[in-house]
T-cell receptor
């Protein structure tokens, strides 16, 4: 049973608009959440993270929102650019030193 | 800084053969991990290490062995390859723990026939 779920396998957005990628988790012990981006034929790269003591973390065009009571987080990209087209993985762990569980990923296409 | 390097990039094995996927990092990271990526499954943790001489199992460890004799290297051994091990394998390292930023290698695409 997947502990980290990304229910949208794919998403298409117009350039300049907002992209919202969603992630749900089932393990209430998760305290650290991360987003990774992956281009084809490359390894994933870290994008942004958030710990459970916060409900929002922002880094440039990327913002992650965490709703612990709903066991839900989302990644907002504003404005979206064609170079953002990639697969985005949500990941979670119980502690910063614990193993990380990844979701299945969402493929984002930003259309020029 | 080369970061995390993996060899080979591609490999084809016959069922029952064994091989070692190599992983090295030059960032002096204590934490290293091996993941496999399969369609619709995301990245699944195979084995990880919190330092030289210390390894532990992840979500899908069966059929794989690891060792960590140095900080830099973390090889993954397939003992007797099976078609179910056809996948893309990624090695990753991090400074303080997997809950912090991990740096991934470029991956090894393995096909078992």
């Amino acid at each position: 049973d997947q502990q980290v779920k990304q229910n949208s396998p794919s998403l298409s957005v117009q350039e300049g608009r907002i992209s919202i990628l969603n992630c749900d988790y089932t393990n209430s012990m998760f305290d650290y959440f991360l987003w990774y981006k992956k281009y084809p034929a490359e390894g994933p790269t870290f994008l942004i993270s958030i710990s459970s003591i916060k409900d929002k973390n922002e880094d440039g065009r990327f913002t992650v929102f965490l709703n612990k009571s709903a066991k839900h987080l989302s990644l907002h990209i504003v404005p979206s650019q064609p170079g953002d087209s990639a697969v985005y993985f949500c990941a979670a762990s119980e502690t910063s030193y614990d193993k990380v569980i990844f979701g299945p990923g969402t493929s984002l296409s930003v259309i020029p | 800084n080369a970061g995390v390097t993996q060899t080979p990039k591609f490999q084809v094995l016959k069922t029952g053969q064994s091989m070692t996927l190599q992983c090295a990092q030059d960032m002096n990271h204590e934490y290293m991990s091996w993941y496999r990526q399969d369609p619709g499954m995301g990245l699944r943790l195979i084995h990880y290490s919190v330092g030289a001489g210390i390894t532990d199992q992840g979500e899908v460890p069966n059929g794989y062995n690891v060792s960590r004799s140095t900080t830099e290297d973390f090889p993954l051994r397939l003992l007797s390859a099976a078609p179910s091990q056809t996948s893309v394998y990624f090695c990753a390292s991090s400074y303080r723990g997997q809950g912090y930023e991990q740096y991934f290698g470029p991956g090894t695409r393995l096909t078992v026939t």
